[in-house]
Nanobody
């Protein structure tokens, strides 16, 4: 089995910064891609940022220029640096990973989520 554990959420004032981390552990042969999604109250879960094994990235239009996704393959960890945060960034942020496990099967895993609250 594989676990994704997020950390780094919390409360911040508008204009502030937070850095989220997500570490994958368990029966991992390789990680194909990782990403961050978020879900605000009453809204659907949406993609925030995605990073492929090649390092190529995709961002939601609403976070371009403010958020940066990166990964440390040696640590099986993905990061989301969030700058210039706005109240509309308030949501539960979920880590997502497309992983090939040691039984050489491909699975999608989700973390439990970490709350990010942006308010004054």
């Amino acid at each position: 089995q594989v676990q994704l554990v997020e950390s780094g959420g919390g409360w911040v004032q508008p204009g502030g910064s937070l850095r989220l981390s997500c570490a994958a552990s368990g029966s991992i042969f390789g990680i194909n891609s990782m990403g961050w999604y978020r879900q605000a109250p009453g809204k659907q879960r949406e993609l925030v940022a995605f990073i492929a094994n090649s390092g190529s990235t995709i961002y939601a239009d609403s976070v371009k220029g403010r958020f940066t996704i990166s990964r440390d393959n040696a640590k099986n960890t993905v990061y989301l640096q969030m700058n210039a945060l706005k109240p509309e960034d308030t949501a539960v942020y979920y880590c997502n990973a497309d992983i090939t496990s040691r039984d050489i099967r491909r699975y999608t895993f989700w973390g439990r989520g970490t709350q990010v609250t942006v308010s004054s």
